[in-house]
């Protein structure tokens, strides 16, 4: 084609010299002409073609393609193949320029492919987290490690490119710095393996409740990435902890209670000692108009009074025989009052029960699980039971014992 040119030029009457760099000219900037026609019609007629029939297909995963402009940074490619198969022509008999235009345009062409795949592996990040199964494992982490590798081997071929090596040779040199990579790359490699290690064994996920109070975590996970995972705490604050740590260090994670029938309450309150006795006739005939309670008490009264009939028992005092007391009745309709509230799970562990007492007086621990899971609602419904059964604690003769403030000292002195 040069020739052809360079003869018709000639043929116009001008000299050699003069009609080879018009030649030579004309076709650069028909190739410049060829390339911009090129790229324009892939990106306004082939693209916004394609663009078209994706909006009209039910499917969202090539909406997100179009949407991470994955198609549009392969568009960049044509200009740079036009000019690679077309470059020899104007340039012919300066083999060393030419070389040195192909590898610029090799260069380019590994740079968009790299954006290119960055794209796509952005689009496939995002067309997994449309399915359930990204929450429970996450691939974030080994989607940067698959960048990375990109980004490392382009840079060998651009260096290659540049230094007019093969990428054998570059790659066959990386073995004598083996050590100095691996402690570049150390924090990537650690959060690779244990990037592995959390997925294979589901240790957390993506909207996990996790506590690691050495990093000061207290909340939801809410990316799990190469070398760090973000967790939300409550605060509205971003903690950042090392993936390989969620490894090497422990935590505690609340899935299991999120994926449960309910969530633990687990609260104790003191009585004091002094207020608990037996239960006399006025106290069970008070006892008696409890709703809760009234039927388990005339149960009671009967087997009792059945028993200590049987072996004969003195009731001239209450220490023989079997006696019901005000504590033994207080557990008794708290009992019965859980069993009956609507928010408490009874599928699962139900327990009222008296703890050790201490110098605090009697603990009387309540340990059930709210149906509702939710922080607000279930602290809530916690605060509801325990504002009852404080309030309810005198009408069983007894008395929630606390600490003397100074109001008592002044009882005292006054």
Not at 112 to 124: E, F, V
Not at 268 to 273: G, P, T
Not at 274 to 280: A, G, S, V
């Amino acid at each position: 084609m040069l020739e052809i040119l360079k003869n018709w030029i000639v043929n116009q009457g001008l000299e050699l010299v003069v009609a080879n760099i018009l030649a030579r000219g004309l076709i650069i900037i028909l190739i410049i002409i060829f390339s911009t026609v090129a790229y324009l019609l892939a990106k306004h007629f082939i693209l916004k073609g394609l663009a078209i029939i994706i909006n009209q297909t039910t499917t969202q995963w090539d909406d997100i393609l179009l949407k991470k402009k994955v198609l549009n940074r392969l568009a960049l490619f044509v200009p740079a193949i036009v000019v690679y198969l077309s470059i020899s022509i104007p340039f012919a008999g300066y083999p060393l320029l030419i070389t040195l235009i192909n590898g610029l345009v090799l260069i380019y062409m590994i740079a968009m492919g790299i954006l290119a795949l960055d794209a796509l592996l952005n689009a496939s990040l995002v067309i997994y987290s449309t399915y359930e199964v990204s929450n429970r494992i996450p691939i974030k982490g080994f989607i940067q490690v698959f960048k990375l590798i990109i980004y490392f081997t382009s840079g060998i071929f651009i260096i290659s490119i540049l230094l007019n090596k093969t990428p054998i040779y570059l790659f066959s040199s990386l073995s004598a710095l083996t050590a100095i990579l691996m402690f570049i790359f150390k924090d990537a490699i650690l959060g690779f393996v244990a990037g592995i290690q959390l997925s294979a064994n589901q240790m957390v996920a993506n909207g996990d409740w996790i506590e690691m109070p050495k990093y000061g975590a207290n909340g939801d996970i809410i990316e799990i990435a190469l070398t760090t995972v973000k967790v939300q705490n409550w605060d509205k604050t971003i903690t950042t902890i090392p993936t390989y740590a969620l490894i090497t260090e422990s935590f505690k994670n609340w899935r299991g209670m999120s994926e449960s029938g309910g969530r633990r309450i687990k609260r104790s309150i003191s009585i004091d000692m002094n207020t608990i006795q037996f239960c006399t006739e006025d106290m069970m005939d008070q006892f008696t108009k409890i709703q809760y309670i009234a039927e388990y008490i005339e149960k009671m009264k009967m087997e009792l009074q059945e028993n200590n009939k049987q072996k004969r028992v003195d009731n001239s005092s209450l220490v023989n025989g079997r006696r019901m007391t005000n504590i033994g009745t207080f557990r008794a309709y708290i009992k019965a009052y859980l069993t009956n509230h609507p928010m408490i799970n009874k599928e699962m562990t139900f327990l009222v029960r008296q703890l050790a007492p201490n110098e605090h007086g009697l603990p009387i621990e309540i340990y059930v699980f709210s149906k509702d899971k939710n922080w607000a609602n279930y602290e809530g419904i916690q605060a509801n039971i325990f504002d009852h059964i404080l309030a309810v604690v005198p009408e069983f003769g007894l008395r929630v014992f606390q600490d003397p403030s100074g109001m008592d000292f002044n009882k005292l002195t006054s």
